[in-house]
């Protein structure tokens, strides 16, 4: 077993992990883990872009970033921190740019921008331009970025290690256990502050744009540790996922003008939105396209429906919608200039399906995609641990494994990248501070034990159950019973149906033995944490007797503020049993009022 000593230890290497660390580096010494090799993380997947209100192309303003989060969240978002992100938002895209981020621009060499769903001129209701890209890899442009930056302060980085635990002394933080991918060796991180910047969880669904690591270390092994997370009932699903594969196709295909298309050829998503149609936001159009497949109007009677952005439908549409560009000339979009704004969409299109979105429209249908909820944090990324927000001292969490809260019920496309850069700086300029104002924590001799123990147990099982059959189960049990439309009997089955999955769950046991790159192991811990969280989010979401953002219910169908405008918290008990508690929502400007698109 090995030891090292940090000051601010940064697990994850994703956009908010690598924030996190170059802002932590300016002042502290600082290391990053990961069990991805950096430049690997999902947040390269992210394609759309960031929202920033910087105006390049017409009237916009923080203000009108953190009405439309606010209302985007269901009310549920806490407002003080979404107007801190939001505002936030135009330096922290300038810094992005001046570190070197190559994004598109206007004619005149501005960032340019394009509008995304939820996004509006507070005015007009109208879609407004917001959405700062790189082409469509905003995400692969921040990552690299970003680790040249860390690279460059010295950031020490250790690639292939995954973090099994958080070390817990004096109810405070103080460094992780870590297994080394190459070796197995065991690593004790030592640290005066500890970020967890380990993304999502949305391999718990079947069909899901997110990458295989989504397994939810981070927040499983908070509950482990006795830590509640918060909200986890929302889980966001994308409207455009590639048929059956779950591969994301951008919102920015509908910013750019790209409309959903049902079997008889209708722009269906007039009748649920009006006013922006294509571009209301992500749960009313995954619910809109739900409601049409069940009503018997997918394409060919089939689970999925069209995506169309080939160009002379965009003009046409564009033409009935009275859009116009930026310049108040007529929409005349051309097949050179869709390539030229979405060529991973194509090539993903053609390479996946066969399909060339310039000449066909591309078969979709709603993804699983972000974590709304999880380990919750305040501001400055400090996690709080109870409905009165105290602190546990040295312990912070960034990007899509924290809940701030800015997200609420429901993400706006955009403000997940924003909140990691945002975010992500705050909580490593807080651990910084922190790490040079505090002591090391004891570190006690059995610090490994708990981790030990886990892995034997794997080892050890009665080996009757596999990880495959186990996992492909829980997949669809969830995807069935917690997905987009919920009742409460369907959520009640599912849950019932995870806790015997927890159960067969200890009965699989790992036959690799090897040391190098034991990955049939590390898959086993990781379905083990997607588990436990999936029985979390149905308890949540059962517990939940309302419809409020991504939370859908049949059999509740309306928002209830009376009763449940308040955040949940879940902790997991000794005995295993899931508790839930609540915490306040906080409001500011914005008092709740029906959401209309
Ligand atoms: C396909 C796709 C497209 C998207 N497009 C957009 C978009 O256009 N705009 C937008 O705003 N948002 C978008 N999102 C959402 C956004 O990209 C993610 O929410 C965000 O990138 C998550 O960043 P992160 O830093 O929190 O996590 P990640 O980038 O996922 O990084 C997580 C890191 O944690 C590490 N890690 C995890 N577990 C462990 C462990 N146990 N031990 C050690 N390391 C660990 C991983 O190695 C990785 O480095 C998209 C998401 C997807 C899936």
Known sequence: MKKHQIEVLVVGAGGAGLMAA????????????????????????????????LGNIEEDHPDWHTFDTVKGSDYLGDQDAIEFMCQEAVPAVYELEHYGLPFSRTPDGKIDQRPFGGHTNNVTGKPVRRACYAADRTGHMILQTLYQQCLKNKVQFFDEFQMLDLIVVNNAAAGVVALELATSEIHVFHAKAVIFATGGHGRIWEITSNAYAYTGDGPAVALRRGLPLEDMEFFQFHPTGIYKLGILITEGVRGEGGVLINDKGERFMEKYAPRVKDLASRDVVSRAMLTEMKEGRGIKGQRYLYLDVRPEVVNRYAALDGRRKPDGSAYNVTAEEILSKLPDIVDFCRVYLGVDPVSEPMPVQPTAHYTMGGIPTNKYGQVVIDASNTVMPGFYAAGEVACVSVHGANR????????????????????????????????????????????????????????????????????????????????????????????????????????VFNTEMLNAWELGNLLDLAEVVAACALNRTESRGAHAREDYPKRDDANWMKHTLSWRQGDGSVQLGYKSVVQTRFQPKERTY
């Open 22 to 53: 170059l802002y932590a580096s300016k002042t502290a010494k600082t290391a990053v883990i990961s069990k991805l090799y950096p430049t690997r993380s999902h947040t390269g997947a992210a394609q759309g872009g960031v929202g920033a209100a």
């Open 412 to 515: 706006l496309g955009t403000n997940s990248l924003l909140d990691l850069i945002v975010f992500g700086k705050h909580a490593g300029l807080h651990a910084a501070q922190f790490a040079k104002g505090a002591d090391f924590q004891p570190l006690p001799n059995d610090a490994a034990d708990f981790t030990l123990q886990q892995l034997d147990a794997l080892r050890s099982g009665s080996g009757s159950e596999k990880v495959a059959d186990l996992s492909k189960e829980m997949k669809a049990v969830m995807f069935d019973g917690v997905g987009i439309f919920r009742t409460g009997d369907g959520m009640a089955d599912a849950l019932e149906k995870v806790r015997i999955l927890r159960q067969r769950f200890k009965n699989v046991r790992v036959s690799d033995s090897g040391k």
